[in-house]
């Protein structure tokens, strides 16, 4: 098809939560949008729900990826605290979702994975990233939840270790203060991760990661993100839910955290009189 050949997007057939998330396609208001123009909502509540992982003409990511980010969720995080020409790194960048979605919004980007599923991510160890201290403008990554999900043969691979483990916290965390590193301060970083259940055993994985979090950045929000398009999301898992007694994750967490800026030495005066209340 040539470059700006108009093209009308049909009425979104998938499921209703698609309609309104386009409310004006559904109200065949915009009979002229190009699919090219496509653009996910501006988020401005606390909770994410894409029916899709992408968005537009062009894919972002590779959907067929197992444990591929939405690509909705990192155009929410770039339009929120990044400019155009800032510097967005993935250290765990799989099949690019990052950098696909980056570049189409014209910041520079650089995405790095132990087993790179994308021809412009560059193989790394996220626990230790090539780049300066102090010269990143926004992070975002997408770590293993646990050894749920078999990512590569790599030894090195954080999704090899349970979380179930104190290890896997461990690692992760070795992993944050890279983030913390190459973060310049008062600037951003969004980490995704869930929760596991796995043979009676519940792991609070996104608590355990929050905590030590903590300790190095300092918390802006927490997004709690609807998990669509999961393996587990069949009839006879919603019926063995029932069944035995549990549920099945239904949610994940995104936590938005900023390094701290330095305290600029300005006295502030303090708004409450405490000794009032002594
Ligand atoms: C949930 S996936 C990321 C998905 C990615 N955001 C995407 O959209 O395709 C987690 C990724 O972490 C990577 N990973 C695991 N251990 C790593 C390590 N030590 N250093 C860098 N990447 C690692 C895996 O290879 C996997 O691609």
Same mark, same amino acid.
């Given at each position: 098809?040539?470059?700006?050949k108009?093209v009308?997007?049909? %009425?979104?057939?998938e499921?209703?939560s =698609?309609?309104?998330?386009? #409310?004006?396609?559904?109200? $065949? *208001?915009? &009979? ?6 496509? %653009?996910?909502?501006l988020?401005?509540? =606390?909770l994410?729900?894409? #029916?899709?992982q992408?968005? $537009? *003409?062009? &894919?972002?990511g590779?959907?067929k990826?197992?444990?591929v980010?939405?690509?909705f969720l ?14 967005v790194v993935?250290p ?8 696909d ?5 014209g ?7 132990i ?18 201290d ?15 999900v078999?990512y590569?043969?790599?030894?090195d691979?954080?999704g090899?270790?349970s979380?179930?483990?104190?290890g896997?916290?461990?690692e992760?965390e070795k ?12 600037k951003v ?20 990661l929050?905590?030590?979090?903590t ?5 802006v929000?927490?997004i709690?993100?609807?998990r669509?398009?999961?393996?587990s ?6 019926y063995?839910a029932?069944k035995?007694n549990f549920?099945l994750?239904?949610?994940?967490y995104?936590f ?9 030495g300005?006295?502030?005066k ?6 009032k209340y002594?």
């Amino acid at each position: 098809m040539s470059k700006g050949k108009k093209v009308k997007i049909n %009425k979104v057939k998938e499921s209703p939560s =698609t309609l309104t998330l386009f #409310p004006e396609v559904e109200a $065949g *208001k915009v &009979p002229d949008v190009t699919q090219e123009d496509e %653009k996910p909502p501006l988020e401005t509540t =606390t909770l994410w729900d894409y #029916p899709r992982q992408s968005y $537009g *003409k062009t &894919p972002k990511g590779n959907n067929k990826f197992q444990g591929v980010t939405p690509a909705f969720l990192i155009w929410n995080l770039i339009q929120r605290y990044t400019e155009p020409g800032d510097l967005v790194v993935d250290p765990m960048a799989g099949s690019g979702t990052t950098v696909d979605v980056c570049k189409e919004e014209g910041r520079e980007v650089k995405g790095f994975d132990i087993a790179p599923q994308h021809p412009e991510v560059i193989q790394n160890d996220a626990r230790n990233i090539p780049l300066p201290d102090e010269s990143v403008d926004l992070v975002f990554i997408d770590s293993p939840y646990g050894d749920n999900v078999s990512y590569s043969d790599s030894p090195d691979c954080i999704g090899r270790i349970s979380c179930e483990d104190e290890g896997f916290y461990l690692e992760l965390e070795k992993v944050a203060r890279e983030v913390y590193r190459i973060l310049k301060p008062g600037k951003v970083m969004g980490w995704l991760i869930g929760d596991q259940w796995v043979k009676k055993n519940f792991t609070p994985v996104g608590f355990k990661l929050y905590e030590r979090l903590t300790k190095y950045f300092e918390t802006v929000d927490l997004i709690c993100v609807a998990r669509r398009g999961q393996s587990s999301h069949t009839g006879v898992w919603h019926y063995r839910a029932k069944k035995f007694n549990f549920y099945l994750r239904g949610f994940k967490y995104l936590f938005i955290m900023r390094k701290p800026a330095p305290v600029t030495g300005k006295k502030t005066k303090p708004k409450v009189k405490w000794a009032k209340y002594k």
